[in-house]
């Protein structure tokens, strides 16, 4: 089980946000991803391997963490980076996703 | 350029199956580095991986549904499909489709469809 906290982060632009994912057991490997998602849209993959950002996700956005717990940090929140985030684990099936943290305009 | 589209019947009735195709494009269901994916998501709800599927054939259930699930794939028309029986409204949802590279988290999904089960 992937336990996200806070459920709710409200933040104004330019603040730094914190995203928290605590794992049930650990996550070898580490292979836990993050993705963000938008009303409306699919989910889309922005950390993967705890730490490492795909092409095209911009560097304000940072992962780390071994084990049970894993951080996204976002460094500077721009107006496009308000959105759900999912933290998942592919280490070991069934794969699973966290309950999601929203970030919200303050 | 990759894509994945998911289609099928948007309602459901209680008790009958769910039927939803994932179209691929740009790239084949056979590639042996590509695994094929459904999730789920109900409405103001969290992700659910549904199940994985190989261009063999073999699939990975998620236990919690392993009982009415069935993943197939179509590899002369490039289509990966999932079936799920005996759907109740808790089964109302947008399904998904996706796609990881081995043992990689899902890098591609589709657009998802809500598909509603109700009398």
């Known amino acids: 089980v992937l336990t996200q906290s806070p459920g709710t982060l409200s933040l104004s632009p330019g603040e730094r946000a914190t995203l928290s994912c605590r794992a049930s057991?650990?996550?070898?490997?580490?292979?836990l991803a993050w993705y963000q998602q938008k009303p409306g849209q699919a989910p889309r993959l922005f950390i993967y391997?705890?730490?490492s950002r795909p092409t095209g996700i911009p560097d304000r956005f940072s992962g780390s963490g071994s084990g049970t717990d894993f951080t996204l940090t976002i460094s500077r929140l721009e107006p496009e980076d308000f959105a759900v985030y999912y933290c998942q684990q592919y280490d070991s099936l069934p794969l699973t996703f966290g309950g999601g943290t929203k970030v919200e305009i303050k | 350029q990759l894509q994945l589209q998911e289609s099928g019947p948007r309602l459901v009735k209680p008790s009958e199956t769910l039927s939803l195709t994932c179209n691929v494009s740009?790239?084949?269901?056979?590639?042996?580095?590509?695994?094929w994916a459904w999730m789920r998501q109900p409405p103001g709800g969290g992700l659910e991986w549904i199940g994985t599927v190989y261009y063999t054939g073999s699939t990975y259930y998620n236990p919690s549904l392993e009982s009415r699930v069935t993943i197939s794939v179509d590899t002369t028309r490039n289509l990966f499909s999932l079936r799920l029986s005996s759907v109740t409204a808790a089964d109302t949802a947008v399904f998904y489709c996706?796609?990881?590279?081995?043992?990689?988290?899902?890098?591609?999904w589709g657009q998802g469809t809500l598909v509603t089960v109700s009398s």
């Open positions: 740009g790239v084949s269901v056979t590639n042996t580095h590509y695994y």
């Open positions: 391997g705890a730490s």
């Open positions: 057991q650990s996550v070898n490997r580490n292979y």
């Open positions: 996706g796609r990881h590279y081995g043992d990689d988290p899902f890098d591609v």
